[in-house]
């Protein structure tokens, strides 16, 4: 049975975005792993990113791509789920097992307690693995959820680390305040002028979906020369302009956080918070999140791929500053290549 099924709806959408997107183009944020990767017994979390796939194999992944665009190629950066369920030995051994079949990039997902060793064998191992992955559920339990702080995942020692081997270093920063929490911009301001060598990607552009989310991070951040933001399930055409209006084109990156972005919905903003609206019964029962809303049929069938929203809003922003091919490619592609080794 076919992973996605593409409506005439989601064809219409799709013709929107063929002439807009490069014949090739580089997904700098994805996730493959195995259900057979779970440690056994382990607690599952079951928020709404969880219940859209069980797991995402590559061949998964190759089908996202080849039905959502059929006449493209896409290049996908691969990495492992960062939960703590998950044996990251093992997903990352699968991880980089593609990377090296396909040719693509990958990064390591570490765990803060890693020992430098150990993440340098790994990485030595495989050169596919162009950085880490870091995430927040890695942090210690002790730290309740609204107060972790990068340094909690991503502990200085990672980052000296990273710097002495000029690793990627790909971010999702935590708190309910997001990118504009001072915690985060000061922090992220810190790594980039204390660690020069390695290159940070804030993933989502930093998680504000809400374009109160931004608060005075741009501004705090506006000297940075480096950092990189990746818009992977942003959907926000006003915090993507604002993001390449403070570092322009060079800075930014498409990114698609399959699995999840596969699915269908769409995003609206409610007092500064935001909702998912999904095609009723489309996932579970999300009826306890705050985040997801259900919209019934006959309405839902105008909902196409998440995935197609995010990158309709990436083109309205580039419409709207006035950008040409030459922009759209670096956004799409050029920065990825770079950032990853791959020109
Ligand atoms: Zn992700």
């Known amino acids: 049975m076919a992973l996605l099924s593409v409506t005439e709806q989601d064809k219409k959408v799709y013709e929107e975005l063929r002439d807009f997107l490069p014949d090739t183009f580089v997904d700098c944020h994805t996730h493959i792993w195995l259900k057979s990767h779970e440690i056994e017994g382990a607690e599952h979390s079951f928020s709404w990113p969880d219940m859209v796939a069980e797991e995402n194999s590559m061949e998964d992944l190759l089908e996202t791509n080849a039905t959502l665009f059929p006449d493209k190629k896409v290049i996908s950066v691969l990495y492992g789920q960062p939960m703590n369920y998950i044996d ?32 340098e064998a ?32 991503l ?16 971010l999702h920063i935590a708190r309910p305040k997001r990118l504009a929490d001072p915690v985060n911009y000061v922090q992220l301001k810190e790594i980039e002028d204390n660690y020069p060598n390695l290159q940070l990607i804030v993933a989502h ?107 309709l809003s990436a083109k309205r922003a580039c419409e709207n500053l006035g950008y040409g091919k030459e922009e759209v490619e670096k956004i799409f592609c050029k920065n990825a290549m770079r950032i990853f080794g791959m020109e």
């Open 205 to 311: 552009l930093g998680r504000a979906y809400a374009k109160e989310d931004i608060g005075d991070a741009l501004e705090y951040l506006k000297d940075t020369k480096k950092t990189m933001w990746d818009f992977t399930a942003n959907t926000n055409q006003y915090v993507m302009e604002q993001v390449l209006q403070y570092f322009g084109p060079d800075r930014l990156m498409y990114g698609s956080d399959f699995p999840i972005f596969r699915m269908k919905a769409r995003r609206t903003v409610e007092d500064g918070y935001y909702i998912n609206e999904i095609p009723a019964d489309s996932l579970g029962d999300v009826s306890s999140d705050g985040h997801m809303r259900e919209i019934p049929y006959p309405e839902a069938e105008e909902i196409s791929f998440f995935i197609y929203e995010e990158m």
């Open 155 to 170: 502990p200085p020692r990672q980052l000296a680390l990273a710097d002495k081997h000029g690793w990627v270093v790909q």
């Open 88 to 119: 990251l030995e093992e997903n990352n051994n699968y991880v980089a097992q593609w990377a090296e079949k396909l040719g693509c990039p990958a990064l390591y997902l570490t765990h803060p307690g890693e020992s430098d060793e150990s993440i």
């Open 122 to 153: 790994h990485i030595a191992a495989h050169p596919c693995f162009k950085g880490l992955k870091v995430y927040l559920e890695f942090s210690p339990a002790y730290i309740p959820a609204n107060e972790i702080r990068i340094y909690d995942f």
